[in-house]
């Protein structure tokens, strides 16, 4: 019989943490933005079916970058996660900050078993607010780490780059076109500093808006209202809710 | 793993096993207890006193449907509530309205809301409204232990058809047998009355506005000869929940515009107290 090799604690880890890296690395980068209306989801993503954000609760967001089956299930089980709190006790009861925790004690126990592999996956929660000192973003590595963001949050693959360059130019009260021309501008840098254009057909693109009539807030912009938007100048303000735009 | 939705614990296992898009389905599997459907009710003799809620209407036009109700709920003889909202949006694109035991109803109109919403999430797409029927059949099936010991839950549900561009009206009986109406439906003690009232003055080319006036007349006439059916309370301001869906989607009419609407059919009926008269040939 062979002897197994020694592997100390700290180069698991490690290794551990460089496999799940390496995956996030691999897709392609997203950021979540606070306007002055809420706050704006943007990716660039080639699906129209696939999507990296999508709605958990009526508030509440949810993002994800690296690997497609394993924050797919995530994101289920954080609808089921919610819907089953807010039967059990009232909507108003479901926030952010407990769907952040359950996701960290999920990613971190996985991370962390030696049964099971680790996730290849970055998460972003976020719930917008009456008001925008409300809202409230976290960042969820694949470790099992919180990160209580404000302003904006990159993940994915040249995630550092991107938050530097929007930690620069973000700033509060952005309307949501100005919003989300600096997020095209920083998703459109590449590694290596050139620029690349990304076109609308390319771009997810959704808000959790707290101006909506409705309790269930989160909105997917698209087609001509995404065309608008882009256009637009920068101060000129756009309401999201136009009826001639509803979702496809 | 403990399965605790109120501990802050991960997620257990079943939270991440892929499977059914429906939360029914899910609370079956992982928190049985809580479906209205699996509860154990002791052998009781005779009939349980209980709110009941009481008429509920709907009518077709071209471009959408309306679903209205009264605001009384009773006990036997008593008034229980005089202001109980019946009608809610279901989604973006329906509503239920419930006659029948209150308090089982609003449960059953929660789990029913949650339902859609829940499939509409995870696949991303709405259910059909023939789907959204359907759902709500099973639902009313799940309740028959309890209909036959008098608590039963009878609801009507409208929506706007969204691939067939027209307003539908469905109505169930206890049993969850499910049939879809034509023009106007009625449920609940007063439904009689209503539907005899629809029956009369329903044309199928009626704008919304004239569509609305309809349903109210119609509860007027199922309060005016049902007890249990509440009328339009103009001393405590209380009038009946008159709700529209439309392409555009749910709306529900406001307190100004309700009130308006049944005090001008209750002025009109100061000088005429059986309403309007239809053509005898």
Known sequence: MSTPFYVSPQQAMADRAEY????????????????????????????????KFSEIYDRIGFAAAGKYNEYENLRIGGVRYADLRGYTYDREDVTARGLANVYAQTLGTIFSSNAEKPYEVELVVAEVGARPEGDQIYRLPHDGSIVDEHGSVAVGGNAEQISSFLDQ?????MTLAEALKLAVQALSRDTNGTEREIPAERLEVAVLDRTRPQE????????????????????????TDTPSDTEE | ME?????????????????????????????????????????????????????????????????????????GNMIAQRDIEKVFPADEYSAVGIAGTAGLAVEMVRLFQLELEHFEKVEGAQLSLEGKANRLSTMIRSNLGMAMQGLAVVPLFAGWDVDREKGRIFSYDVTGGRSEEQGYAATGSGSIFARGSMKKLYRDDLTEQQTTTLVVQALYDAADDDSATGGPDVARRIYPIVTVITEEGFRRLTEAESSELARSILERRLEQPDGPRAALL
């Open chain 1, 20 to 51: 799940a890296r390496k995956g996030i690395a691999r897709g392609r980068s997203l950021v979540v933005l606070q306007y002055a209306d809420g706050i704006v989801f943007v990716g660039e993503n080639p699906s129209r079916a696939l999507h």
């Open chain 1, 169 to 173: 130019r973000h700033r509060d009260g």
């Open chain 1, 216 to 239: 269930r807030k989160f909105k997917r912009i698209v087609g001509r209202q995404l065309a608008r938007l882009l256009e637009a100048d920068g101060d000129a303000a756009t309401p």
């Open chain 2, 3 to 75: 399965a605790n939705p109120r501990s802050t614990g991960r997620l257990p296992a079943a939270f991440l096993t892929p499977g059914s898009s429906s939360f029914m389905d899910f609370l079956g599997d992982h928190a049985p207890e809580m479906l209205p459907g699996r509860r154990v009710m002791p052998p009781v003799k005779g009939v349980i006193e209980a709110p009941h809620g009481t008429t509920i209407v709907a009518a077709a036009f071209p471009g959408g449907v309306v679903l209205a109700g009264d605001r009384r709920a009773t006990m």
